[in-house]
């Protein structure tokens, strides 16, 4: 495990401690009546998510239940894997690593195969492992975008309690002034999270966010948080604004936006890749977050973005994935503990 933020290190002085910033809890302070008690809340969710990952699991899993390892095991689980929405690259990188791996260990046994490509899976997805790194110019300041119904507003939300939770001060932006209720919505999980808002009725969503990095940094905010509104990459007239929401947070800001993440919604399959290469190509994306792999998602996806990471060079980390709508269901992303919880 590894913590999912990391402060710049100062020297402290009496008059101004160094911040110590405990480990993100899942939960708040007020911790409901029925809620898991510290220490469970990771292992039930890492439970939950090899659930929601069954589907694909199972797919992969059941072509090592025969007792051969030849040509014909390799052949479906190429299929699995394409099944599974890796894309016929991420699938073909694997089945390499795999060969080799098997002959290195001399395995026999398809259950060492399964093993081996466990191992396989993990070391592809490493890259994507990453710490969402605060406080070095604070505030630091987090562009949050996506498509429409990727639960963008809601990761917000619980990213925010992730924040909170770990001693930030955390300054809401509503620049999603397109969808209706946008701003309440998002008000609602400022006033669950007890953070401050920055709103305009009917506002421009570049002026809205001018205004929250400025308050944030009168407040002596750690965090600013922008949310925008929902858009599909063929839009470009709002991937322009966008693109102007970006600049405008670089005028109140140097250097800012410091992070822009791209939520992704995981049942989306491969057309999330396509999302991913889309909004990179706009405004250079710093991280991801995978949503709703819970549902019918086929989490084979993260293989496709890993595989398109090393073929261009780039480097977009997955700093969290998310599996339902409550608070703790939004988790760090460890690519051992995904490709366990893929492969059962």
Request: proline fraction near 6%; glycine fraction near 10%.
């Amino acid at each position: 495990m590894f913590s999912f933020l990391k402060r710049k290190k100062s020297v402290p002085t009496d008059a101004d401690p160094a911040p110590q910033l405990p480990a993100a809890e899942p939960y708040p302070p007020a911790t409901p009546p029925n809620a898991p008690t510290p220490g469970e809340p990771r292992s039930r969710w890492l439970d939950r998510l090899r659930q929601g990952l069954r589907r694909t699991g199972s797919g992969i899993t059941q072509v090592f239940t025969g007792t051969r390892i030849d040509d014909a095991l390799y052949d479906d689980l190429e299929a699995a894997l394409l099944m599974a929405d890796t894309g016929l690259p991420a699938a073909q990188r694997l089945l390499a690593d795999l060969k080799r791996r098997v002959k290195a260990a001399k395995a026999t046994d398809p259950g060492a195969v399964k093993a081996l490509l466990a191992d396989a899976v993990a070391e592809m997805l490493a890259p994507l492992q990453k710490p969402l790194v605060i406080g070095a110019d604070p505030p630091t300041v987090l562009m949050v975008v996506g498509v429409n119904g990727a639960g963008k507003t809601t990761t917000i939300g619980k990213l925010t309690r992730y924040l909170a939770d770990a001693g930030c001060k955390v300054l809401l932006a509503a620049a999603d002034t397109f969808r209706a209720a946008a701003r309440e919505q998002l008000g609602v999980w400022a006033d669950r999270n007890r953070v401050e808002i920055i709103s305009q009725a009917g506002g421009d969503p570049a002026a809205v966010s001018f205004d929250a990095v400025n308050a944030g940094r009168a407040r002596g905010c750690d965090v600013v948080i922008a949310d925008t509104a929902g858009r599909l990459p063929t839009q470009l007239h709002l991937m322009d604004e966008l693109k102007k929401v970006q600049r405008v947070i670089g005028k109140a800001q140097a250097g800012a936006p410091h992070e822009v993440l791209l939520v992704v919604d995981g049942n989306t399959g491969q057309n999330a890749l396509a999302q991913v290469k889309a909004f990179d190509a706009v405004l250079g994306l710093t991280g991801l977050v995978v949503t709703k792999l819970d549902g019918t998602a086929k989490g084979g996806v993260l293989a496709a973005i890993a595989g398109w990471c090393q073929e261009t060079g780039r480097t977009v980390p997955v700093y969290f994935i998310g599996i339902g709508e409550q608070v703790e269901d939004l988790q760090t992303f460890d690519a051992r503990e995904f490709a366990q919880a893929l492969l059962g």
